[in-house]
Protein backbone atom coordinates (compact mmCIF):
# COMPACT_ATOMS: atom_id res chain seq x y z
CA UNK A 1 0.00 0.00 0.00
CA UNK A 2 1.35 3.12 -0.97
CA UNK A 3 1.10 5.97 1.36
CA UNK A 4 2.46 10.04 1.18
CA UNK A 5 2.24 11.53 4.71
CA UNK A 6 2.64 15.16 4.69
CA UNK A 7 3.64 17.11 7.63
CA UNK A 8 5.32 20.78 8.57
CA UNK A 9 2.22 22.75 7.53
CA UNK A 10 0.92 25.69 9.92
CA UNK A 11 -0.27 29.37 10.46
CA UNK A 12 2.61 31.64 10.09
CA UNK A 13 2.98 35.26 9.26
CA UNK A 14 3.81 37.52 5.65
CA UNK A 15 7.57 36.70 5.49
CA UNK A 16 8.07 34.28 6.99
CA UNK A 17 9.30 30.42 6.89
CA UNK A 18 7.77 27.13 6.92
CA UNK A 19 9.34 23.07 5.76
CA UNK A 20 7.22 20.47 4.51
CA UNK A 21 8.21 16.98 4.37
CA UNK A 22 6.64 14.21 2.70
CA UNK A 23 7.67 10.33 3.79
CA UNK A 24 6.39 8.19 1.07
CA UNK A 25 6.24 4.51 1.88
CA UNK A 26 5.09 1.53 -0.77
CA UNK A 27 7.11 2.86 -3.50
CA UNK A 28 10.43 2.44 -4.58
CA UNK A 29 11.23 5.95 -3.55
CA UNK A 30 14.51 6.33 -5.33
CA UNK A 31 12.78 5.76 -8.82
CA UNK A 32 9.78 8.27 -8.46
CA UNK A 33 9.65 11.75 -9.52
CA UNK A 34 8.52 13.54 -6.87
CA UNK A 35 6.30 17.34 -6.26
CA UNK A 36 4.84 19.62 -4.33
CA UNK A 37 1.19 21.06 -5.70
CA UNK A 38 -0.77 23.10 -3.77
CA UNK A 39 -4.71 24.21 -4.02
CA UNK A 40 -5.67 27.39 -2.83
CA UNK A 41 -9.42 28.40 -1.65
CA UNK A 42 -11.64 28.55 -5.00
CA UNK A 43 -8.45 27.75 -7.54
CA UNK A 44 -7.49 24.36 -9.06
CA UNK A 45 -4.35 22.80 -8.12
CA UNK A 46 -1.21 23.81 -9.31
CA UNK A 47 2.11 22.77 -9.42
CA UNK A 48 4.80 23.99 -6.95
CA UNK A 49 7.93 22.36 -7.69
CA UNK A 50 9.00 19.25 -8.43
CA UNK A 51 12.27 17.35 -8.24
CA UNK A 52 13.06 13.71 -10.51
CA UNK A 53 14.56 10.52 -9.54
CA UNK A 54 18.04 12.54 -11.32
CA UNK A 55 17.87 15.32 -9.46
CA UNK A 56 15.94 17.86 -11.98
CA UNK A 57 14.36 20.68 -10.45
CA UNK A 58 11.38 22.28 -11.46
CA UNK A 59 9.18 25.36 -10.01
CA UNK A 60 6.31 27.63 -10.65
CA UNK A 61 7.47 31.03 -11.46
CA UNK A 62 5.25 32.38 -8.78
CA UNK A 63 7.91 30.41 -5.95
CA UNK A 64 11.32 30.81 -7.70
CA UNK A 65 13.95 32.36 -5.36
CA UNK A 66 12.07 31.71 -2.54
CA UNK A 67 10.75 27.66 -2.19
CA UNK A 68 13.13 24.84 -2.18
CA UNK A 69 12.51 21.82 -3.02
CA UNK A 70 15.01 18.72 -2.32
CA UNK A 71 14.69 14.84 -1.62
CA UNK A 72 16.51 12.38 0.55
CA UNK A 73 16.34 9.14 -0.94
CA UNK A 74 17.70 7.27 2.07
CA UNK A 75 14.79 8.79 3.89
CA UNK A 76 12.26 8.74 1.61
CA UNK A 77 11.58 11.86 2.02
CA UNK A 78 11.06 14.89 0.22
CA UNK A 79 10.78 18.64 1.52
CA UNK A 80 9.60 21.86 0.78
CA UNK A 81 12.18 24.47 2.11
CA UNK A 82 9.14 27.62 2.13
CA UNK A 83 10.90 31.35 2.64
CA UNK A 84 9.68 34.71 2.69
CA UNK A 85 5.94 33.30 2.59
CA UNK A 86 2.98 35.77 0.83
CA UNK A 87 -0.61 35.84 1.52
CA UNK A 88 -0.96 34.47 -1.79
CA UNK A 89 0.73 30.98 -1.05
CA UNK A 90 -1.73 30.38 1.54
CA UNK A 91 -3.04 26.58 0.42
CA UNK A 92 -3.38 23.17 0.72
CA UNK A 93 -0.38 21.85 -0.01
CA UNK A 94 0.05 18.15 -1.34
CA UNK A 95 3.02 16.05 -1.92
CA UNK A 96 2.62 13.49 -5.69
CA UNK A 97 4.69 10.71 -6.60
CA UNK A 98 5.01 9.97 -10.11
CA UNK A 99 6.81 7.77 -12.65
CA UNK A 100 5.56 9.56 -15.47
CA UNK A 101 2.75 8.23 -17.48
CA UNK A 102 2.45 4.75 -14.91
CA UNK A 103 1.74 5.50 -11.82
CA UNK A 104 1.07 8.41 -10.08
CA UNK A 105 -0.21 8.90 -5.97
CA UNK A 106 -0.98 12.05 -3.40
CA UNK A 107 -0.87 12.55 -0.18
CA UNK A 108 -3.84 13.91 1.98
CA UNK A 109 -2.63 17.58 2.08
CA UNK A 110 -1.47 19.70 4.69
CA UNK A 111 -2.42 23.53 5.26
CA UNK A 112 -0.44 26.44 4.86
CA UNK A 113 -1.93 30.14 6.15
CA UNK A 114 -0.13 32.62 5.96
CA UNK A 115 -1.60 35.81 7.61
CA UNK A 116 -1.01 38.67 10.03
Known amino acids: QVQLVESGGGLVQPGGSLKLSCIAS????????MGWYRRAPGRQRELVATITSGGRLNYADSVKGRFTISRDNAESTVYLQMNSLKLEDTAVYYC??????????WGQGTQVTVSS
Open 96 to 105: NAALPALYQY
Open 26 to 33: GIIFSSYA
